[in-house]
């Protein structure tokens, strides 16, 4: 069992819980994800690590409120734990294996949307511990749906902070930010994007224009995890991958991003079904 440490709701439906997992600390790596199970009963959820302590023993994920089964793991409260904790699964970020002098000539620059904003922050601290420049541009519709920006003002050379409707930092998307960062002489040998899938087909598209090589990460199309569903079969280069056991960073210049939201989409009605007939059973003595 998993015992859950901590637990903070970011905004209304983001949820950071801390679990104790020694052994999963001790391996966990940026970029690889775990799969959560909330009780016996419960389904298969992937979630990309958003932090994780070897010395501490316990590794961070954080849950958004869409279904049934993420209801379930954040109605868990502290002092209560999880069935099933499985992982570090996926492929580390490929600076994870960058021989040192590499490293010491990379510029990085992350986009984050929403709550993929929470796993960009390993990225950032990893190269942080690492001597390597990264600037940080953080997106979201207003200002209360900002995550992880007191975080990342620890971590990163410089943050960007960006919301659509003006209401903190800068009034435009993330793509806007980069093009006036590079229009004000910032050169980045690498960008990453993690978000929703919209945002990161335009942060490459706006990559692409600027000569600027970039990562994405397709946690978003997990299900089962494991490769067995099929259910995050993404055409990336010409080629079917499978984001989680290929990926799920992968070149945003080869991914088929028009099919990748095609697939995101193809559970939504049984989805709604199942938030329609869930009754949450977590702490009711079950």
Not at 260 to 272: F, I
Request: net charge negative.
């Amino acid at each position: 069992m998993y015992q859950i440490l901590t637990k903070e709701m970011l905004t209304p439906n983001i949820c950071r819980m801390k679990v104790s997992a020694q052994r999963l600390a001790a391996a966990a790596q940026p970029g690889q994800f775990l799969i959560v199970r909330a009780d016996e009963k419960g389904e298969r959820i992937p979630l990309t690590i958003s932090d994780y302590d070897a010395k501490e023993g316990t590794v961070t994920i954080v849950t958004q409120k869409i279904g049934a089964s993420s209801s379930d793991i954040i109605a868990h409260e502290p002092g209560e734990a999880f069935s099933d904790v499985v992982g570090p699964l996926g492929n580390a970020s490929d600076f994870c294996s960058m021989p040192a002098e590499e490293l010491a000539g990379q510029r990085y620059v992350f986009i984050a949307g929403g709550v993929g904003t929470a796993p960009v922050y390993p990225q950032v601290k990893w190269l942080h511990e690492h001597n390597v420049p990264v600037d940080v541009i953080v997106g979201a519709r207003n200002k209360d749906l900002l995550i992880y920006v007191e975080e990342f003002r620890s971590v990163a050379d410089n943050l960007y902070i960006c919301t659509d409707d003006g209401s903190e930092g800068f009034h435009g998307v993330g793509t806007a930010m980069l093009e006036k960062l590079v229009a004000e002489g910032r050169k980045y040998t690498q960008a990453v994007a993690i978000g929703p899938m919209i945002m990161m087909k335009f942060s490459t598209l706006t990559c692409k224009k600027l000569g600027i090589p970039i990562i994405v990460s397709l946690n978003s199309l997990m299900v089962d995890g494991t490769g067995m569903c099929g259910a995050c079969r993404v055409t990336v280069g010409g080629k079917t991958r499978f984001a989680c056991v290929e990926g799920p960073e992968f070149d945003g210049y080869e991914v088929d991003f028009d099919e990748a939201m095609r697939r995101q989409g193809q559970y939504k009605s049984e989805e709604a079904e199942a938030n329609e007939h869930h009754v949450c059973k977590i702490g009711r003595g079950k």
